[in-house]
């Protein structure tokens, strides 16, 4: 019986932590360019169940049939999906479309510089020209830093990347892609690093300027999710709840 408990435990753990991530879903799906996280579910394995120091057996442990004890996390995941383009109709903002992410310098609070990859193009211009996220680390093309000339009046990029200032060539978009997405993680402030193992290659998205890539949130798909869980939370606490009053009243029998 004792054992049902650690049942509807994991039960437990494993819905909250599913909720944890619906709930972080659905606060991300006005978020630019964010991308769905998910997690899979397997049961522990499986073991056999030992009768141990049992008398009428002559203290002969003795097997008794399997065990499982429950549900477990088996893994978490991104879905990678496009998400839909919206226009804006800024020419500092840019969408995706395809494979790759932009490359950016980022500086944290210790003050440690290192690039990350983000799908988010809402971009702005500092006031000596260079081209900034929106919490102003530097955007990199394929000399470095991007730098506008402060006097440009048309401002344009093509769906390669290559960036004009009154028609005249200035950079690139410094896009990357990966071999295996398993080898990037979420860093926060919607941004990507990359783990031991990662291989870089080209990346094959095309730039649409005046446009920011929507998240790939469903929101109504998540709100059902939600419900799900909520149920299955109060099924396994219904079963704890259960455990717990039939033990409480085989402790006050054998005190009798």
């Known amino acids: 019986m004792v054992k049902g408990l650690y049942t509807a435990y994991s039960g437990l753990t494993l819905q909250q932590k599913r909720l944890d991530l619906v709930s972080n879903n ?3 799906s006005l978020t630019t360019g964010y991308k769905k996280e998910g997690l899979t579910a397997q049961s522990f394995d499986t073991v056999y169940g030992i009768k141990v120091n049992d008398s009428s057996v002559n203290y002969v442990n003795q097997y008794i ?11 978490s995941y991104r879905c990678w999906d496009q998400g839909a383009l919206r226009s804006t109709e800024s020419e500092f903002d840019f969408a995706l479309s395809g494979s790759g992410f932009f490359s950016i310098e980022f500086t944290n609070k210790s003050g440690t510089t290192s690039t990350m990859y983000t799908r988010d193009g809402a971009f702005q211009i500092n006031a000596d020209g260079y081209l900034l996220t929106k919490d102003g680390d530097y955007v990199l093309g394929e000399n470095g830093y991007i730098q506008i000339p402060t006097n440009t009046d048309e401002f344009s990029v093509d769906v390669l990347g290559n ?5 005249v060539y200035i950079d690139k978009f410094a896009l990357v892609d ?3 997405y398993d080898y990037l993680e979420a860093y926060g402030e919607n941004m990507f690093q990359t783990v031991d193992g990662y291989t870089e290659k080209e990346a094959t998205a095309t730039v649409n300027q005046g446009y920011l890539e929507a998240s790939n949130i469903n929101v109504v798909t998540e709100m059902i999710d939600m419900i799900s869980i909520a149920r299955n939370f109060e099924s396994n606490q219904k ?18």
């Not at 049939?65 to 893994?75: M, P, R, S, T, Y």
């Not at 960036?163 to 028609?167: H, L, S, T």
């Open 65 to 75: 049939g399997d065990l499982n004890l429950g549900a477990k996390i088996g893994e």
């Open 239 to 256: 079963i704890m709840n259960s455990i717990d009053t039939m033990l409480s009243k085989m402790v006050t029998i054998s005190e009798l």
């Open 26 to 28: 659905l606060a991300n």
């Open 163 to 167: 960036i004009y200032a009154d028609d």
């Open 178 to 180: 990966f071999e295996d």
